[in-house]
């Protein structure tokens, strides 16, 4: 397949109102992932592979996905909603260049897999001008039929317009095609609107194809992997496929769950070997935790980097930003944001670290809070290799806290801390003439001067 050029056309104009949303449906995630984004990052790519996206007018939210997960992708917009037919004409400037296949696809199928696009590829090459995705439906109530003679799709019948005989039929359309593309263009504009809606359904390319003299063909495949999503209660059954099949891909790159079912991961999450995750952990996007890590029950991971034999949690939360080295640990109710951690540094217990750089082997005493935002700002905590912070422990940013240091504690660090220097514990008077004066230069240094 790969001599063979293509080009993807994903639909994904559609408003989603039973979503009942001001999203448009495509953006909805799962996963961790916009529905389109799964779709986007599935359909073929590389050299000799084009892909299209027709998204509805003043869907700018969708234009910039597409941007941001397939830079190479043009877009399309569709101004009147005229049925499926007329969505992927809609992109008929990139259908006329010519690619020997073009896949249809739909924005809202996101379990639908790389490895589908090639099979409905695959029938093209051997002279079929159609091939048409279908799956056995455990209810096929409201799908249409895909008719068969032989080893040739005759027909799509709709749910609607089929006969008793028709209906009792589980073979269903699933939407998705694969056309010649030498002749596509030619196909899906003979496509009429003579039907009660007067729109033009892709379905009918079949009665072209076979008014043409030409071969269309059905490949299966899981009803899981094309069910598209028209409400919430479908995005969560579509949720729950997709984290089976999730876990299920963990579990046989050899990664222990504890528990599987009650794991929340993520479509990009990366493992390395001998990996641990106990139960009711929540792994969001751009998390990647290394070789031996152990990921500890209730803990909450988003844009994370874990090292090799690091420890998280339990009732750890890791948010945006933050890196573990080998061997840190991370340990009950610490939160952590905008944070290097490097090899070995403890944070045991009741810690907010934010906007901090932590040299290895160092300690976090329990209870110890990096003070980053001061009403206006954000400011960033260093702190050395080597140094010891007391539990209770105020770092007010932005401050250094030397390699070797130690800060007793209870203490509340306002300055600078050199290396090796001991910084015992304040007086309460003491500490509020430094919050006072601290608060009051801040509050100095960002007022801004009144209009007028």
Same mark, same amino acid.
């Given at each position: 397949m790969t001599a063979r050029t293509s080009l993807t056309i994903v639909l994904a104009a559609g408003e989603g109102t039973r979503m009942r949303s001001r999203m448009p449906k495509v953006l909805h995630p799962v996963a961790g992932q916009s529905l389109l984004a799964h779709v986007l990052a599935a359909a073929p790519k590389g050299e000799g592979s084009a892909l299209a996206v027709v998204i509805g007018?003043?869907?700018? +939210?969708?234009?910039?996905?597409?941007r941001r997960m397939r830079p190479d992708a043009e877009t399309f917009v569709q101004q009147d909603r005229l049925g499926t037919a007329h969505a992927v004409l809609a992109a008929r400037q990139a259908i006329a260049r010519g690619a020997d296949d073009l896949l249809i696809a739909f924005g809202d199928t996101p379990l639908i897999s790389a490895a589908t696009f090639e099979r409905l590829r695959a029938p093209l090459q051997d002279g079929a001008a159609l091939a048409v995705?279908? !799956?056995?439906? +455990?209810?096929? =109530?409201?799908?249409?039929r895909l008719l068969i003679d032989g080893d040739q799709l005759v027909a799509i019948r709709e749910h609607a317009d089929a006969s008793p005989e028709e209906r009792a039929v589980t073979l269903c359309n699933a939407g998705v095609m694969a056309f010649d593309g030498r002749r596509a263009l030619e196909i899906v504009e003979k496509i009429g609107n003579a039907n009660r809606k007067n729109e033009y359904y892709l379905t009918d390319a079949v009665a072209v194809v076979r008014e043409l003299g030409l071969k269309a063909i059905v490949i299966e495949t899981g009803e899981d992997e094309v069910r598209g999503i028209n409400t919430k209660a479908q995005l969560a059954e579509t949720?729950?496929?997709?984290? =089976?099949?999730?876990?299920? +891909?963990?579990?046989?790159a050899g990664v222990t769950?504890? +528990?599987?079912?009650?794991?929340?991961?993520?479509?990009? =999450? #990366? !493992?390395? #070997?001998?990996? =641990? @995750?106990?139960?009711?952990?929540? @792994?969001g996007p751009g998390v990647s935790i290394a070789d031996g890590a152990v990921i500890h029950a209730f803990s909450h991971i988003v844009q994370a980097s874990i090292g090799k034999n690091a420890s998280v949690g339990p009732y750890a939360r890791l948010r945006p930003g933050t890196s573990l080295g080998e061997g840190a640990k991370i340990g009950n109710f610490v939160e952590t944001k905008a944070a290097v951690l490097e090899a070995g540094v403890k944070v045991n217990h009741l810690s907010y670290i934010g906007d901090t750089q932590i040299g290895a082997g160092a300690n976090i005493g329990a209870g110890t809070i990096t003070c980053n935002y001061d009403g206006f700002d954000k400011h960033k905590t260093t702190i050395g290799a080597g140094a010891f912070v007391g539990s209770n422990s105020s770092l007010v940013a932005p401050v250094k806290i030397g390699a070797g240091a130690f800060i007793g504690s209870g203490s509340v660090i306002t300055q600078d801390i050199p290396d090796d220097a001991l910084a015992l514990e304040r007086s309460q008077q003491t500490v509020r003439e430094g919050w006072a004066t601290h608060f009051r230069e801040t509050k100095s240094r960002n007022r801004k001067p009144k209009a007028g």
């Amino acid at each position: 397949m790969t001599a063979r050029t293509s080009l993807t056309i994903v639909l994904a104009a559609g408003e989603g109102t039973r979503m009942r949303s001001r999203m448009p449906k495509v953006l909805h995630p799962v996963a961790g992932q916009s529905l389109l984004a799964h779709v986007l990052a599935a359909a073929p790519k590389g050299e000799g592979s084009a892909l299209a996206v027709v998204i509805g007018p003043d869907h700018q +939210a969708v234009a910039d996905e597409v941007r941001r997960m397939r830079p190479d992708a043009e877009t399309f917009v569709q101004q009147d909603r005229l049925g499926t037919a007329h969505a992927v004409l809609a992109a008929r400037q990139a259908i006329a260049r010519g690619a020997d296949d073009l896949l249809i696809a739909f924005g809202d199928t996101p379990l639908i897999s790389a490895a589908t696009f090639e099979r409905l590829r695959a029938p093209l090459q051997d002279g079929a001008a159609l091939a048409v995705l279908g !799956f056995r439906a +455990a209810d096929p =109530t409201g799908y249409g039929r895909l008719l068969i003679d032989g080893d040739q799709l005759v027909a799509i019948r709709e749910h609607a317009d089929a006969s008793p005989e028709e209906r009792a039929v589980t073979l269903c359309n699933a939407g998705v095609m694969a056309f010649d593309g030498r002749r596509a263009l030619e196909i899906v504009e003979k496509i009429g609107n003579a039907n009660r809606k007067n729109e033009y359904y892709l379905t009918d390319a079949v009665a072209v194809v076979r008014e043409l003299g030409l071969k269309a063909i059905v490949i299966e495949t899981g009803e899981d992997e094309v069910r598209g999503i028209n409400t919430k209660a479908q995005l969560a059954e579509t949720e729950q496929a997709m984290q =089976t099949r999730l876990r299920q +891909a963990a579990l046989d790159a050899g990664v222990t769950l504890i +528990a599987p079912e009650t794991v929340y991961l993520a479509a990009d =999450t #990366s !493992f390395g #070997s001998d990996v =641990t @995750i106990e139960p009711f952990v929540v @792994i969001g996007p751009g998390v990647s935790i290394a070789d031996g890590a152990v990921i500890h029950a209730f803990s909450h991971i988003v844009q994370a980097s874990i090292g090799k034999n690091a420890s998280v949690g339990p009732y750890a939360r890791l948010r945006p930003g933050t890196s573990l080295g080998e061997g840190a640990k991370i340990g009950n109710f610490v939160e952590t944001k905008a944070a290097v951690l490097e090899a070995g540094v403890k944070v045991n217990h009741l810690s907010y670290i934010g906007d901090t750089q932590i040299g290895a082997g160092a300690n976090i005493g329990a209870g110890t809070i990096t003070c980053n935002y001061d009403g206006f700002d954000k400011h960033k905590t260093t702190i050395g290799a080597g140094a010891f912070v007391g539990s209770n422990s105020s770092l007010v940013a932005p401050v250094k806290i030397g390699a070797g240091a130690f800060i007793g504690s209870g203490s509340v660090i306002t300055q600078d801390i050199p290396d090796d220097a001991l910084a015992l514990e304040r007086s309460q008077q003491t500490v509020r003439e430094g919050w006072a004066t601290h608060f009051r230069e801040t509050k100095s240094r960002n007022r801004k001067p009144k209009a007028g």
